[in-house]
């Protein structure tokens, strides 16, 4: 158990649509990571929130989108959902952002896109 | 980012121990050496981390080679539990974003 929880655990969309994901980071973390993972591969860093401020982006288009509220927690928003959006989602928290520090995932949400 | 790299499978015996190399002759002197496993249907789940000196845990040892280019995770007996992805991932100082590769896919033989 790390403490991060993220719903759904499985859901599915079809193409064109939105998508809504969320996560509860560990009591006391203020840093919140999003990963995708497509199946066979490593995860993907997508975006990161640092007390609710955009804190550095991987290689993702601008219709991924994030948000963290004040309790820490956070959402990715997936807009015109397109087939290969199919992948688990994956939340990380840790208590600062700095590397020498424990990253805690969740156990992801896993999106099907048809 | 420095990159690393990994073989992609290794297999073991259960009860014996296991070396999972890393190489990483990029990295910087402020680059922190990180290990994550993932088991089948879970997300990665956090197993040690170091800077430079060898690093001990109730999962594992991390072995850094003096020059830093390579480290090694050992695991002292293998179970079953075990077999999952392991990634070898560096992180600067100023930073927690991981840069995953492909890792290594251990098995675990009964």
């Known amino acids: 158990e790390t403490g991060v929880t993220q719903s759904p655990t499985h859901l599915i969309k079809t193409r064109g649509q939105q998508v809504t994901l969320r996560c509860s980071s560990q009591?006391?973390?203020?840093?919140v990571s999003w990963y995708q993972q497509a199946l066979g591969q490593g995860p993907q860093f997508i975006f990161q929130?640092?007390?609710?401020?955009?804190?550095g982006r991987g290689n993702f288009p601008p219709r991924f989108s994030g948000l963290q509220f004040p309790n820490y927690s956070s959402e990715l928003n997936v807009n015109a959902l397109e087939l290969d959006d199919s992948a688990l989602y994956l939340c990380?928290?840790?208590?600062?952002?700095?590397?020498?520090?424990?990253?805690?995932f969740g156990e992801g949400s896993w999106l099907t896109v048809v | 980012d420095a990159k690393t790299t990994q073989p992609n499978s290794m297999e073991s015996n259960e009860e014996e121990p296991v070396h999972l190399p890393c190489n990483h002759s990029?990295?910087?002197?402020?680059?922190?050496i990180h290990w994550y496993r993932q088991l089948p249907s879970q997300g990665p789940e956090y197993v040690i981390h170091?800077?430079?000196s060898n690093v001990n845990n109730r999962m594992a040892s991390l072995a850094i080679a003096e020059d830093r280019k390579s480290s090694t995770l050992i695991l002292h007996r293998a179970t079953l539990r075990d077999a999952a992805v392991y990634y070898c991932?560096?992180?600067?100082?100023?930073?927690?974003?991981?840069?995953f590769g492909g890792g290594t896919r251990l098995m675990v033989k009964p």
């Open positions: 929130y640092y007390r609710e401020e955009e804190n």
């Open positions: 991932i560096l992180i600067p100082y100023a930073g927690n974003m991981l840069t």
């Open positions: 990380a928290s840790s208590a600062r952002v700095d590397s020498g520090n424990t990253i805690y």
């Open positions: 009591s006391g973390h203020n840093t």
């Open positions: 170091g800077l430079t």
């Open positions: 990029t990295i910087s002197g402020t680059d922190y």
